[in-house]
């Protein structure tokens, strides 16, 4: 099974502040590297799909980069409803693997 | 608009079964493969099974493989997940989610989740 470590593990952070979360994968994905926001109590939402790719409605702050196994989500001036945890996850192949999420707190 | 709408969470005992159906609306449903992620309460993501838009493809986490089932119903536009001998560690909310195109493709929609507690 392919591993995803993201790092760090939780971050504290300030409106307006530019933050940086990582993925790096045990083995290649391509670009088969997605991100999701996930606030309490509610589900999942996609974020970035191969590695760059903005879903639609995602505010343009959010960008993702990266290939093969290192892979970054950049969050460029934060919001107040940007504080949540942050998963990437992999669809180069079964079984899919989700990193061990960031959490993003207000400092 | 895509809805996605989990339901059949409930609270069991070990070795018990249960199915989980996912209604899905909003969309060409038999076009889609869907996946079901589940969550421990305070914890992270773990994919449990996929499923291809025909049905016809399926895949399992090692945890779940011989004991979980995935299945839909292409006419009724509903997934299924059926759970049997069932674990502690199989307590979680089940979530189901929509592939974005591909048979292996990213998640874009999320139901809002069903809470599976297997009690010994």
């Known amino acids: 099974d392919i591993q995803l470590t993201q790092s760090p593990s939780s971050v504290s952070a300030s409106v307006g502040d530019r933050v940086t979360i990582t993925c790096r994968a045990s083995q290649s994905l391509s670009n088969w590297l997605a991100w999701y926001q996930q606030k309490p109590g509610k589900a999942p939402k996609l974020l970035i799909y191969?590695?760059?790719s903005l879903q639609s409605g995602v505010p343009s702050r959010f960008s993702g980069s990266g290939s093969g196994t290192d892979f970054t989500l950049t969050i460029s001036s934060l919001q107040s409803e940007d504080f949540a945890t942050y998963y990437c996850q992999q669809a180069n192949s079964f079984p899919y693997t989700f990193g061990q999420g960031t959490k993003l707190e207000i400092k | 608009e895509v809805q996605l709408l989990e339901s059949g969470g409930d609270l069991v005992q070990t070795g018990a079964s249960l199915r989980l159906s996912c209604a899905a609306s909003g969309f060409t449903f038999s076009s889609y493969a869907m996946s079901w992620v589940r969550q421990t309460p305070g914890k992270g993501l773990d994919w449990v099974s996929a499923?291809?838009?025909?049905?016809?493809?399926?895949y399992y986490a090692d945890s779940v493989r011989g004991r979980f089932t995935i299945s839909r119903d292409n006419s009724k536009n509903t997934l299924y997940l059926q759970m049997n001998s069932l674990r502690a560690e199989d307590t979680a909310v089940y979530y189901c989610a929509k592939g974005r195109g591909g048979w292996r493709d990213h998640l874009d929609y999320w139901g809002q989740g069903t809470l599976v507690t297997v009690s010994s």
């Open positions: 499923i291809s838009g025909s049905g016809g493809s399926t």
């Open positions: 191969t590695a760059s």
